[in-house]
T-cell receptor
């Protein structure tokens, strides 16, 4: 399995600001993923982050809005830029290690 | 694009009865089918998974069946208990590639 530490666990932010979410894994993993879970909804993949290359974004998500870093095989960040209330959501990082495991999530509220 | 459909969206059963949740997927390249349980305010937890080389897998009260020809898979929970109440998500993916989630099933187990 994998132990994934994600922070912050929650934040309340003002419209127009940016928030960077960090994800740390206890072992090296090739694939890291960022998901968004809007209130009462399913998990939607934002992007796939591989070390040493640019993230691959899903339809409806763009790098300018959700820049991702993957500096090494145990760490990644997701930034939610120029936030609006519609960005209020839970953001989850996940890693594939034989199976798909999730971090504890970041509950973001934008006022 | 890839799609996973999940039914029903809500399921209410009496304690001790069985619960069945069904999913279909569109990407014939999918070969990994995990199921997650998510309790309120918590991260999705993997409860069982199945790979395309088997048709059925069982773990105590939980079983999953897969029909690759028809592209559908199901979760079966027997002898349900109140603590089984949660949202359940099916997903489809392949190793080293993205995992797509169903819309979720809210299961209520009435004591």
């Amino acid at each position: 399995s994998a132990v994934i530490s994600q922070k912050p666990s929650r934040d309340i932010c003002q419209r127009g600001t940016s928030l960077t979410i960090q994800c740390q894994v206890d072992s090296q993993v090739t694939m890291m993923f960022w998901y968004r879970q809007q209130p009462g909804q399913s998990l939607t993949l934002i992007a796939t982050a591989n070390q040493g290359s640019e993230a691959t974004y899903e339809s409806g998500f763009v790098i300018d809005k959700f820049p991702i870093s993957r500096p090494n095989l145990t760490f990644s960040t997701l930034t939610v830029s120029n936030m609006s209330p519609e960005d209020s959501s839970i953001y989850l990082c996940s890693v594939e290690k034989e199976k798909l495991f999730f971090g504890s999530g970041t509950q973001l509220s934008v006022l | 694009g890839e799609n996973v459909e999940q039914h029903p969206s809500t399921l209410s059963v009496q304690e001790g009865d069985s619960a069945v949740i069904k999913c279909t997927y569109s990407d014939s390249a999918s070969n990994y089918f995990p199921w997650y349980k998510q309790e309120l305010g918590k991260r999705p937890q993997l409860i069982i998974d199945i790979r395309s080389n088997v048709g059925e897998k069982k773990d105590q009260r939980i079983a999953v069946t897969l029909n690759k020809t028809a592209k559908h898979f199901s979760l079966h929970i027997t002898e349900t208990q109140p603590e089984d109440s949660a949202v359940y998500f099916c997903a489809a993916g392949s190793r080293g590639f993205k995992t797509i989630f169903g819309a979720g099933t809210r299961l209520f187990v009435k004591a």
